[in-house]
């Protein structure tokens, strides 16, 4: 058996968003890894890895996050064929913008468009969830939810799985900014704490349920100011250099909000499209790690749709 060649693109997102660790996601525009893959008589071959990062990533199904969830959804849908895979790598690895979830995400979506679809949202989620449990030191699925689904996703449960999707604002501006630092998603969930107070339970439900209405209302001020984490950043944020500086930046430069994306070291800023320049809050923000002797990349996106046939 040798099918045509059928190709995907996955986004990258942004997880956690302050207070939602592990619940709270968002696909972005760009960048993106591009996953090609086509029918064989049976197991799974990665026969080309290329892009930023390639040369650290495992070729062997068994360890590679699209290899993984792609086994997943043939197993789920009881396929009767292999799938031979090639990876172009958008997103660079341990960037903090899910780089391993968009290819499980990927890996998961195109096995399903070579199944006929045959699963639904939840269930095609778990299955790329199980790579990023494999590669990433647990079972979460704050970005390949929002990967396959598009939007803003929260995770309301995890046992049982239910993830409900939100249209974010259409004046939602984005700055990614991606110092040049790595930062495993393994490393940074080994130095959470075990424990957090009721204080700080307090604070973070309060302003998950703000974040989500204003999210659903388009109300980016009240976004902005619900973007807060009093745990998960403050215990990252020795990992990333010039983290607060960063911020601080941004701040400066007319973002609603800027944080930590995901396990870091990506710095994320929150904007409005109509009132502000996402290009002048990038430029700050790179000047500065310029000025610090660090490059850092930069994006000016939006929310995207998720993960598309090309």
Known sequence: ???????????????????????FGMALKEPFDVIEGKKIDKGIIISEITGPGAETIPADPKKNSVGIAASAVLDKCGADFGIELKIKKGIRPCSGIGSSGASAAGGAYLAHLLCGEKLNDAQLILCAAMAENVTSGGLHADNVAPCILGGFTVIRSYEPFEVIRIEPPEDLGVVVAMPDVLVSTKEARAVLPAEVSVKDLVFHAGNASCLVHAMETGDIDLLGRSVKDAVFEPARAHLIPHLKEAESVA??????ASFLGGSGPCVISFFSIS???GDIIADGIRNMYADKGMRCDTWVTGWGTGCRRL
């Open 251 to 256: 701040m400066s430069l007319g973002a609603k």
């Open 1 to 23: 058996m040798s099918g045509k060649w059928t190709k995907v693109a996955a986004p990258a997102t942004i997880s956690n968003i302050g207070p939602g660790f592990d619940i």
């Open 275 to 277: 009132k502000h320049n």
